[in-house]
């Protein structure tokens, strides 16, 4: 076996064989960190020599591959190894197929996306998330990397379905770079060795994209919230989608927390409606207390207490439609200080700022909103639920809200369905 110092020949290349013991011989070219690994067959007939390169890729050491010989020549290998230790030494992404297993170099990025798409399935709470995938897997990603090998993605690759999206679009832009990095990462150490570049790389490449200003929720003002809540009450629609927006604006919820509310989530003996994590935004389990008159809506409801609360008119397995609350809101003509039709969802920031306003502490306020804190040392002390003074501040809000609505009673039996 040569020395270190001593550069491989042909001749040694061609006559190596593994050791004594059976175990792979190591060759040493004396240069670029580039080796020759002999190794017996796993079926006991026959040598494989595969050419390996050590070197340093972002200040980790890491083994490259290069092919095996005879296929690939010594003088091929060392044109591959002094490449490679260029563009590491640069600061180039430096990929290599895995060499020496049973990869898949067929395997095509529409079909990693499939197995990444199909694996990760299970663990999303709704079906919106899966049509967001496909959709921005068919729009963006299929017409550049579906037929490509995995193994064969390059930098360029990713940054030609990036670069026409990445600042017109920024949202969608960063979901399918995570989505592109997610299918190609699931590859690593079966299909390929390395990624073909990192995600920092391709933002650098990318430019930053320019700082979005934050859009608030158009939202009536606190003062015209009960003039509101009695506008909705009034409104020539379903009473059960009149119903529905009420509560959620008694309960400072998410329209789509409303819309899958089940009977089972409620304990009236308890005064609780509970959603589980798998349905909250957040991915915790979230309790709202319940307060009079949110429980004396409940009673407008029809005598059967089982499925959804305020379910479809037609097929009362089906939740309401997610555009009845808009189109109640457009339809009574509330808006926001600047004139705007005010978005249902704002009815959440006009609680917030109603409790602020009122002396109620933020992190009560946020408590019933199930926003999580920001700060994690906090998050992690903070597992009082504080129910007593959720349920004073919900109490007070729900009155504040039907403060306009002179006759309460008629206001139930206008939403009562039998």
């Known amino acids: 076996m040569p020395k270190r ?49 050590q070197v340093v890729v972002n200040g980790k050491h890491t083994s490259v591959g290069h092919g095996t010989y005879p296929v690939v020549g010594l003088a091929d290998a060392r044109d591959a190894a002094i490449n490679t230790l260029r563009k ?34 299970p663990t999303w709470r709704n079906a919106k998330t899966g049509k967001q995938w496909r959709g921005r897997y068919s729009g963006y990603m299929a017409s550049t990397l579906a037929d490509k090998p995995i193994a064969d993605i390059t930098l360029d690759d990713i940054l030609e379905v990036m ?5 017109a679009k920024p949202t969608v832009g960063r979901n399918v770079l995570r989505e592109i990095f997610i299918v190609i990462e699931d590859c690593v150490g079966v299909e390929i060795e390395m990624l073909p570049a990192t995600k920092d790389i391709v933002k650098r490449r990318l430019g930053k994209q320019a700082k979005k200003e934050i859009q608030h ?58 959603q589980s994590g798998h349905h909250m935004k957040g991915g915790r389990t979230h309790k709202w207390t319940l307060t009079a008159p949110a429980l004396r809506l409940l009673e407008t409801r029809p ?40 978005n249902p969802h704002g009815f959440r920031s006009s609680f917030t700022d109603w409790a602020a306003a009122n002396g109620f502490e933020d992190e009560v306020a946020e408590k019933c909103m199930s926003h999580a804190p920001t700060n994690k040392t906090r998050a992690a002390y903070a597992r009082d639920e504080r129910l007593d003074d959720r349920r004073e501040l919900m109490t007070a ?3 504040y809200c039907l403060s306009a609505i002179e006759d309460h009673e008629a206001l139930w039996a206008s939403l009562t369905v039998s």
């Open 217 to 274: 929720h158009r939202a009536v003002s606190v003062e015209t919230v009960p003039d509101a809540v009695a506008a909705i009450a009034a409104a020539d629609a379903n009473p059960t989608h009149k119903a529905a927006f009420i509560w959620a604006i008694l309960n400072a919820a998410r329209r789509i927390e409303v819309r899958r509310a089940e009977w089972s989530e409620i304990n009236v003996d308890t005064d609780i409606w509970a």
């Open 88 to 121: 590491a030494r640069q600061g180039e992404p430096v990929r290599t197929r895995k060499v020496g297993s049973k990869a898949q170099p067929s395997l095509t990025f529409a079909k990693a996306w499939q197995r990444s798409f199909d694996k990760l399935q």
């Open 303 to 342: 005598a059967e207490r089982d499925g959804l609360v305020f379910a479809g008119i037609t097929d009362k397995t089906k939740m309401i439609a997610d555009g009845s609350f808009a189109n109640i809101s457009k339809a009574c003509g509330l808006v926001d200080a600047d004139g705007n039709t005010a």
């Open 397 to 399: 809000w729900a009155n």
């Open 163 to 167: 670069e026409p999206i990445w600042h």
């Open 5 to 53: 110092s001593q550069p491989l020949t042909e001749a040694v290349c061609r006559n190596a064989k593994p050791k004594p013991d059976g175990k792979p011989a190591v060759l040493l070219d004396g240069r670029h960190g580039l080796r020759l690994v002999v190794s017996n067959l796993k079926s006991g007939h026959g040598v494989t020599k595969q050419w390996r390169q």
